[in-house]
């Protein structure tokens, strides 16, 4: 698990910033913008799955982490809210959190969307993803047009275009 | 419409069409890799190659589709070309997921260059001439019957199996991933058939379940606002899916992390290296499909007859000297950790044991598995909707059975050690001292 210190620091932060709909599913596409907008190299790949990108390894390192007892999982209404446990703090204390170069990207990027909700963020990571995949010969409209035959059955097109054009806003940054 | 007679499906029907891919040197190579790798050499009936399984998987694939579909007919809008169209692309990722499987299948992966998979061969495979023009004889009967709306193509049956193509329209489809769950999710037709199929030539219970109760619980959810389409099944089906998790959990503990067996897989891929060009698979896929079980063991064999030894052939075991349980848990590790210093100094005090040769006669193994990645959201990759009847709204998996939860992020994790011949008396009697 060569990323268990970064994401039980996205889960520290989640804590601290008092952030109340952090289940897997947010939790997932944070990483992924920690990843692609921040530049840090967590080492996961990714597919557009039901719900946006979604990792498998990053799954299952989440399910590390929980069976260590550094992460748990509690339930509000229908979801399962993560949070960091006061072992997974002492591990990250142990750790350096001070000392990890990675830590002010990752503090940068969750800061800026970690009030969007998990709908919000699918939406938007799917089309980072686009983005990313069809790169820069394809027009803003080419790169909509694949988010709506992605998305378009589950949001509505004005929300699928204004997602996309801050989609390819952050790409350019 | 052509038959195989199968011992764990009973006939398996096969299209004259599809039946060009079978006929394939790659496919056809699938005779000669083992299933198990060495675990034929414990489980002596455990001679099962890729195969047979290959043909079991394509058959389970359209089972579970067509059972879903019965319930759901305006599944796809009803299109009728679409649900053949993927009916039938499901049966060839089914039959063609396993091509690229090196010999002794996952035991040799580790001889893989360049950091590839065998899903990168499974590729090169699918696009080579070969297969290419075989896939090609079913999209021309496919088309025959049904229209040229779709085809049926190498790229299709890749993107399906685990490929990734943003420009796809296929790719792209809402209906995908729904598709893909059915050969890549924790109740994939994969697992479904290797089960039985492993625990039927082993000679064990463990891999047993109702596999028709099962295919008969799928069915679909389509989201709170019918805008999705996911893999789920129905509430009398639990018990099913309980039992095919915990036959899966038991064929691990009982058959595929087997103590004799693992050691072996270590024997056979260290005797490889000895024999493959570099240590390593070649890359080019001719070259790499001119290797299987058969070659290898032909190779090894002639190295003996040149007066060599070679310790897979002559099924050199080592003797399992400690082994933590199968949950090892925080203070098993730290048992296993003293235990293996203990054991390796023991080793190094002997005259002839020193760093440069410790490895002939100590050897740790970890296998690690997950018992299951099932996540109790519904709105989740990974969980699973149960539908009951006279519902409104699903429920989680999770949520209906609480022998899965309590196995929820939960995973088989142990250590074991092992000590060649020599020295097994003195490192038992040192350990039982120390312990």
């Given at each position: 698990m060569a990323a268990s210190v970064e994401l039980l620091y996205m889960a520290s932060l989640g804590r601290e910033r008092k952030?109340?709909?952090?289940g897997k599913k947010k939790f997932q596409k944070l990483v992924y913008l920690v990843e692609?907008?921040?530049?840090?190299?967590?080492g996961y790949t990714y597919q557009i799955h039901l719900y946006g990108p979604f990792s498998k390894a990053l799954d299952d390192d989440l399910r590390g982490l929980s069976s260590a007892n550094f992460i748990s999982y509690g339930r509000s209404n229908r979801s399962y809210l993560l949070s960091v446990t006061s072992e997974g703090e002492r591990e990250l204390a142990s750790a350096g959190k001070e000392g990890n170069a990675s830590f002010d990207a990752i503090k940068g990027v969750f800061d800026e969307?970690?009030?969007?909700t998990p709908r919000e963020l699918e939406l938007l990571t799917t089309a980072c993803f686009v983005c990313n995949k069809l790169g820069?010969?394809?027009?803003s409209d080419e790169v909509k047009e694949c988010v709506l035959r992605i998305k378009g059955a589950k949001f509505k097109v004005s929300d699928i275009e204004r997602s996309t054009n801050e989609a390819i806003e952050l790409m350019a940054r | 419409m052509l038959r195989f007679r199968d011992p764990v499906h009973g006939f398996i029907e096969i299209t004259e069409s599809e039946c060009a891919i079978v006929d394939t040197a790659a496919f056809q190579r699938l005779r000669r890799i083992?299933?198990?790798?060495?675990?034929y050499l414990v489980y002596?009936?455990?001679?099962?190659?890729?195969f047979g399984h290959s043909l079991g998987v394509m058959h389970l694939t359209s089972r579970v589709f067509d059972s879903i579909f019965e319930k759901n007919p305006?599944?796809?809008?009803?299109d009728s070309r679409k649900v053949a169209y993927y009916r039938q692309l499901l049966r060839l990722v089914g039959l063609t997921h396993?091509?690229?499987?090196?010999?002794?299948?996952?035991?040799?992966?580790?001889?893989?260059?360049?950091?590839?998979?065998h899903e990168d061969y499974t590729k090169d495979i699918l696009f080579s001439p070969e297969v290419k023009r075989a896939i090609g004889v079913v999209n021309k009967s496919f088309q025959r019957e049904?229209?040229?709306?779709?085809s049926i193509t190498p790229e299709a049956v890749w993107l399906a199996y685990t490929g990734e193509d943003i420009e796809s329209e296929l790719y792209q489809s809402p209906d995908f991933p729904f598709l893909k769950s059915l050969m890549?999710?924790?109740?994939d037709c994969d697992k479904m058939d290797y089960l039985l199929r492993d625990s039927h030539y082993c000679g064990v219970?463990?891999?047993?379940?109702?596999l028709d109760r099962l295919v008969d619980s799928f069915t679909i959810y389509k989201g709170e606002e019918g805008d999705q389409l996911k893999l789920a099944i129905e509430a009398d089906g639990v018990q099913a899916i309980e039992e095919f998790i915990l036959a899966r959990y038991f064929m691990f503990i009982q058959?595929?992390?087997?103590k004799t067996r693992r050691l072996l897989d270590k024997r056979l891929v260290n005797s490889m290296k000895e024999i493959l060009p570099d240590g390593t698979f070649p890359l080019e896929v001719n070259e790499y499909l001119a290797w299987d079980d058969s070659r290898i063991v032909s190779e090894l064999s002639s190295r003996m007859d040149g007066g060599g030894r070679d310790p897979f052939l002559e099924r050199e075991t080592m003797h399992c000297v400690f082994s933590s349980k199968s949950h090892m848990g925080v203070d098993g590790k730290r048992l296993y950790d003293m235990v293996e210093d203990r054991a390796r100094q023991i080793l190094l005090d002997q005259?002839?044991?020193?760093e440069g040769n410790i490895s002939n006669h100590f050897v740790c193994d970890c296998p690690r598995k997950a018992v299951h990645k099932i996540?109790?959201?519904?709105?989740?990759?990974r969980g699973i909707p149960v539908i009951a009847e006279g519902k409104a709204e699903p429920s989680s998996l999770l949520e209906e059975s609480v022998l899965l939860n309590s196995l929820k992020d939960n995973e088989i994790a142990m250590k074991r050690l092992y000590v060649s011949s020599n020295y097994r008396g003195i490192v038992e009697s040192e350990l039982g001292r120390y312990l």
């Amino acid at each position: 698990m060569a990323a268990s210190v970064e994401l039980l620091y996205m889960a520290s932060l989640g804590r601290e910033r008092k952030i109340e709909d952090l289940g897997k599913k947010k939790f997932q596409k944070l990483v992924y913008l920690v990843e692609t907008l921040g530049h840090v190299d967590l080492g996961y790949t990714y597919q557009i799955h039901l719900y946006g990108p979604f990792s498998k390894a990053l799954d299952d390192d989440l399910r590390g982490l929980s069976s260590a007892n550094f992460i748990s999982y509690g339930r509000s209404n229908r979801s399962y809210l993560l949070s960091v446990t006061s072992e997974g703090e002492r591990e990250l204390a142990s750790a350096g959190k001070e000392g990890n170069a990675s830590f002010d990207a990752i503090k940068g990027v969750f800061d800026e969307f970690c009030h969007r909700t998990p709908r919000e963020l699918e939406l938007l990571t799917t089309a980072c993803f686009v983005c990313n995949k069809l790169g820069d010969s394809k027009t803003s409209d080419e790169v909509k047009e694949c988010v709506l035959r992605i998305k378009g059955a589950k949001f509505k097109v004005s929300d699928i275009e204004r997602s996309t054009n801050e989609a390819i806003e952050l790409m350019a940054r | 419409m052509l038959r195989f007679r199968d011992p764990v499906h009973g006939f398996i029907e096969i299209t004259e069409s599809e039946c060009a891919i079978v006929d394939t040197a790659a496919f056809q190579r699938l005779r000669r890799i083992k299933q198990l790798a060495t675990t034929y050499l414990v489980y002596h009936g455990a001679e099962h190659t890729r195969f047979g399984h290959s043909l079991g998987v394509m058959h389970l694939t359209s089972r579970v589709f067509d059972s879903i579909f019965e319930k759901n007919p305006d599944l796809f809008a009803g299109d009728s070309r679409k649900v053949a169209y993927y009916r039938q692309l499901l049966r060839l990722v089914g039959l063609t997921h396993d091509l690229g499987h090196p010999p002794f299948s996952h035991a040799s992966e580790e001889l893989f260059a360049n950091g590839r998979e065998h899903e990168d061969y499974t590729k090169d495979i699918l696009f080579s001439p070969e297969v290419k023009r075989a896939i090609g004889v079913v999209n021309k009967s496919f088309q025959r019957e049904h229209g040229t709306q779709f085809s049926i193509t190498p790229e299709a049956v890749w993107l399906a199996y685990t490929g990734e193509d943003i420009e796809s329209e296929l790719y792209q489809s809402p209906d995908f991933p729904f598709l893909k769950s059915l050969m890549d999710s924790e109740l994939d037709c994969d697992k479904m058939d290797y089960l039985l199929r492993d625990s039927h030539y082993c000679g064990v219970n463990y891999g047993s379940y109702d596999l028709d109760r099962l295919v008969d619980s799928f069915t679909i959810y389509k989201g709170e606002e019918g805008d999705q389409l996911k893999l789920a099944i129905e509430a009398d089906g639990v018990q099913a899916i309980e039992e095919f998790i915990l036959a899966r959990y038991f064929m691990f503990i009982q058959v595929y992390f087997h103590k004799t067996r693992r050691l072996l897989d270590k024997r056979l891929v260290n005797s490889m290296k000895e024999i493959l060009p570099d240590g390593t698979f070649p890359l080019e896929v001719n070259e790499y499909l001119a290797w299987d079980d058969s070659r290898i063991v032909s190779e090894l064999s002639s190295r003996m007859d040149g007066g060599g030894r070679d310790p897979f052939l002559e099924r050199e075991t080592m003797h399992c000297v400690f082994s933590s349980k199968s949950h090892m848990g925080v203070d098993g590790k730290r048992l296993y950790d003293m235990v293996e210093d203990r054991a390796r100094q023991i080793l190094l005090d002997q005259d002839s044991i020193n760093e440069g040769n410790i490895s002939n006669h100590f050897v740790c193994d970890c296998p690690r598995k997950a018992v299951h990645k099932i996540s109790p959201e519904i709105e989740d990759e990974r969980g699973i909707p149960v539908i009951a009847e006279g519902k409104a709204e699903p429920s989680s998996l999770l949520e209906e059975s609480v022998l899965l939860n309590s196995l929820k992020d939960n995973e088989i994790a142990m250590k074991r050690l092992y000590v060649s011949s020599n020295y097994r008396g003195i490192v038992e009697s040192e350990l039982g001292r120390y312990l």
